[in-house]
């Protein structure tokens, strides 16, 4: 099969289309074959191997463990291994290729992936193969923060800063068909595409300072987290939350460490701070991805794809996302 193999750490430059042997499913796993395949942050972290520390975590110290990037992905089940029962062949689905964290190779940049099942959902009929692929590893990171979205929210003021972003464009949505009354902050060029995604305000960060204004919320989702938390806590009412995402910003947030020492530090002050929310157990994968799967199908998350690269520009994709520019989600279609 074609696939994108990384042999070392590096820029996109590393990666290059070569053929390999299909993956074989193992235990509990399934065999996809590929029609889509997202690119987000978190591969370009993994492609650079930075932040450090993200090696230390199961990506491989020297080079990657897994040589074939990607994690989400969109395709039709080809085979089950051993005791996968939950899809048969044909199936259409969506999901992360990868366990536990989303700092690691998933081997989805490849014309076949192996997925555990539980990492898996039917995909819903009203939504493409790259909209699906879009969703996995954005949706799973909203609903681990936010695990009660979806419960009625009229009269309620979120501000989500980075509403431009796949994360903040997602929170945007789920807000707004909560009956909250959203403000986006984001550069002024997203301002069309905030406002599409059900904003009720949009706030040009480059133009106003969300901290300094008058308008108090009872829900902040902050992505980029560029703002103290001093400054935070002004703009909240005082018995709203302030949930940080923890964007990295593409190495910005430090080689070695990365925002790990941002959120160990809200984590220690929240027993002390009623604004900010107490660490619990997140749902599990497969909770989360059929709580991903009737968003889709009820047309709460409707993802706005702005480019598709075939398989062998993956390089070019990864490196459209870091610049910046995109205006929706990127996707590479195999």
């Known amino acids: 099969m074609k696939a994108i193999v990384q042999d070392r750490y590096g820029p996109p430059g590393v990666l290059a289309v070569r053929e390999i042997d299909p993956p074989v499913p193992g235990d509990g796993e399934v065999l996809v074959r590929v029609r889509a395949a997202s690119v987000h942050p978190d591969v370009w972290h993994v492609v650079h191997g930075r932040p450090y520390l993200l090696r230390l975590l199961g990506a491989g110290l020297r080079r ?43 081997g989805a940049y490849a014309e076949y992936a192996t997925v555990p099942e539980d990492a898996l959902a039917a995909k819903p009929g009203n939504v493409s193969f790259a909209q699906a692929a879009a969703v996995p590893t954005t949706g799973i990171i909203l609903l681990q923060n936010l695990p009660d979205w979806g419960r009625p929210a009229p009269g309620r003021r979120v501000l989500v800063n980075g509403a431009g972003g796949g994360v903040g464009g997602f929170a945007v949505q789920l807000a707004a068909a909560a ?16 406002r599409g995604f059900g904003a009720a305000h949009v706030i040009d960060y480059a133009r106003e300072d969300f901290t300094r204004g008058d308008r108090r919320y009872h829900l902040i989702v902050d992505i980029p987290g560029n703002h103290p938390l001093s400054a935070i806590r002004r703009a909240l009412t005082p018995d709203g939350t302030y949930v940080w995402i923890g964007h990295d910003s593409f ?84």
């Open 179 to 194: 009956g909250a009354e959203v403000t986006g902050v984001d550069s002024g060029d997203k301002r069309d595409l905030v």
């Open 251 to 334: 190495g910005d947030a430090g080689r070695w460490l990365g925002s790990v020492p941002a959120a160990l530090r809200l984590v220690a002050l929240s027993p002390f701070l009623r604004q900010l929310p107490r660490p619990g157990a997140a749902p599990g994968k497969r909770e989360m991805m059929a709580r991903l799967q009737e968003l889709l199908a009820a047309g709460t998350l409707a993802p706005v794809i702005d480019r598709t690269y075939p398989l062998a520009e993956v390089p070019d994709a990864i490196r459209y996302l870091a610049s910046g520019a995109a205006r929706g989600r990127v996707v590479v279609t195999v």
């Open 64 to 106: 990657p463990k897994v040589r074939v990037p990607g994690t989400d992905l969109a395709g039709v089940v080809e085979s089950a291994g051993a005791n996968a029962t939950r899809f048969r062949p044909g199936d259409e689905v969506f999901g992360e290729s990868v366990r536990g964290h989303q700092w690691r190779h998933g």
